[in-house]
Structures are given as structure tokens and as C-alpha cells.
């Protein structure tokens, strides 16, 4: 039983998305209307901001399912139904579902690193590639999980998108912490061929005329790239939080808010990536994890693996890379001390 279908909750969704849109309007009108090069502090109150924003409304979400629950006949007529019970399950599904989004989004920060770099586009523009990049992204994952609450009905299905998360962590884990080179990537050779290419960037401009031809700028290749890389990793991460929760609700939501601070997280970690050189190895281990849960794990605890364990486990792989990276970082800079 899906606890908040789309006939009854559709004007959830269309205020949650004008919510969104109207925070985008005042982030990019306001806050950065002006290009500037982001700080590592501006970032870290941004970075901040967004994960509050999303336990604040993991909190009213908390409040508002237990409200429904208790009140509504849907849900009151459903023999032994617990309120309460169902309302922290459904507030630690979205917090879970948001953290293993968040954990994911670190591998797109490696690669608008590398795409930034390619493409040299100066920090102070990247802002704005980012801004329409992440709106981009929320509508394809909006598509995204729209199919993906049909298709996971599916048994097979779900098997199969277990099986790809599966073999897609233990591809990540074996290819370890070595660079990407874009010199010769496919997405790139095809985009200098369909686009007439501006070789210098002008300002923030995506397009430019010259000879009254439309050139694309770098700005914009770096844009086009960064979209297409984001649908790639929508394959992973949303049956991820699928693997979490039947509630497409939940799904929209939580993937939603780990998205919209996927910028300021960026700005915040693109001077320290370096010294993160086994994250990969605990988000690998996280797609592992849930590919386990949705081919063996969900079916072997009756239908639903603990949403607690989840989280649990979850959490401590993700921190166990981040302080197994912090550690062999200070060691090695310890070593280049004593040298």
C-alpha cells in the first residue's frame, strides 16, 4: 500500500516544486546575482543552510504523517495501523533516503571538478553553470522517479536495477581514487561535434554571435556535459532510495533537497577533494549495500530490510571513508614534514 498516492497528494507535490522554484529565483536573483567567485565560508553557511532546511522539513513531514495518520480514514481503517510507529518510519525513510542521496552527489563533485578544470572555466562563472545545471537535474529527476515509481512495482525490476547498483559499486571500488581524463571521453568528442564551439569563454554567457553565427561558449559544453553526466547518475541513486522506500513521495522529496545543496557542497569541498582519497571506496560499498537490499536483503526481513540498520549502516560506511581518508592524509603530510 503506498501511503500517500499522487490522486490524493498531487498538491503536495505542485507546492513542494513552487517551494523549490521560488528558492532557485531568490538564490540566483538576490544571492548571486552577481558573479563572484564563491568562498569557502559562503559555501559552508549554504552548505549548512541546506541540511537544515532538509531536517526542518523532515521534522514537519514527521508531524504532518503522523496528523494524517491518525485522522484519516485511509489509514485509520487499516487493521493494527500504528500512527506514531508509521510516521518515524516514514521521517527516517526520507532522512536515509536523503543521506545516501548526499553521499552519492560526493562522486558528482569529483566530476564537476574535472569538468571545470577541462573546460577551464574560472570560479567565478561556476555558479551559474552549476544553477542551471541543478535545475536541469531536478526536472530529469522528477522524470526519473515518476518512471521509477511505475517500474518498481516490478519485481524484476527490481532485481535488475539491484544487480546494475551491485555491479556498479564493485566497478567504482576497483577503479579506485585514479583521475578522470576527458581528453578522449565520448560525451565530450560528440558535443565539439554537434556544437560550432567558441574557443574563449565570454563572461557568463552560454551563447555569443560572431559573423552572424551562434557559437556556443565552454560555459555551456561544460553545462551540456554536466547534465548528461547527472542523468547517468540517476540510473544509481534514485532506485537507490527506492531500494529504501516505496513512497515516491519520500523519494521526490528527499532526492530534491540533497540536490538543491549540491553547489554550495561542491564550493565547500573543491579545495580539500584531494585529501578524500577512500570516499569512493564507502560510497562503492553503499551501492553494494543497496543493491544487496533490493535482490536479497528486503525479501529475506519479510518484505522491508530495517529502515534503522539501513541508515546506521549507511552513515558508517560513508564516515568510516571519510575518517580512514583524514587519517592517511595526516599521515602522509607528516611524513612530508619529517622529510
Known sequence: MILFPFYDYWWFYVGFTVFVLAVLALDLGVFHKKAHEVSFKEASIWTTIWISAALVFNYLFYLYAKFQFSNHERY??????????????????????????????????????????????????????????????????????????????????????????????????????????????????????????????????????????????????????????????????????????????????????????????????AGVMDKFVYIKFGLASVLVFVGLKMVWLNEAFGGKFPIKWSLIIIAGLISSSIIASIFVDRKNQKKLDQA
Open 76 to 269: 485509520t481503517s487499516i487493521a493494527g495501523f500504528d500512527p506514531d510507529a508509521q510516521a518515524k518510519t516514514t521521517a527516517l525513510e526520507f532522512l536515509t533516503g536523503f543521506v545516501v542521496e548526499k553521499s552519492l552527489a560526493i562522486d558528482n563533485v569529483f566530476v564537476f571538478a574535472v569538468v571545470f578544470a577541462y573546460f577551464g572555466i574560472p570560479k567565478m562563472y561556476q555558479h551559474r553553470v552549476l544553477f542551471w545545471g541543478i535545475l536541469g537535474a531536478l526536472v530529469f529527476r522528477a522524470i526519473f522517479i515518476a518512471m521509477g515509481s511505475i517500474l518498481m512495482q516490478y519485481q524484476w525490476v527490481v532485481i535488475f536495477f539491484g544487480a546494475l547498483l551491485i555491479l556498479t559499486g564493485i566497478k567504482m571500488f576497483f577503479a579506485g581514487t585514479q583521475p578522470q581524463n576527458l581528453e578522449n571521453n565520448f560525451i565530450v568528442r560528440q558535443l565539439k561535434k554537434i556544437f560550432r564551439v567558441h574557443p574563449h569563454i565570454e563572461g557568463q554567457k552560454f551563447f555569443i554571435k560572431r559573423n552572424g553565427l551562434t557559437y556556443v561558449t565552454p560555459l555551456f559544453l561544460a553545462l551540456i556535459f554536466l547534465e548528461l553526466s547527472d542523468i547517468i547518475f540517476a540510473v544509481d541513486s534514485v532506485p537507490a532510495i527506492f531500494a529504501l522506500t516505496k513512497e515516491p513521495l519520500i523519494v521526490f522529496t528527499s532526492n530534491i533537497f540533497a540536490i538543491l545543496g549540491l553547489r554550495s557542497m561542491y564550493f565547500m569541498l
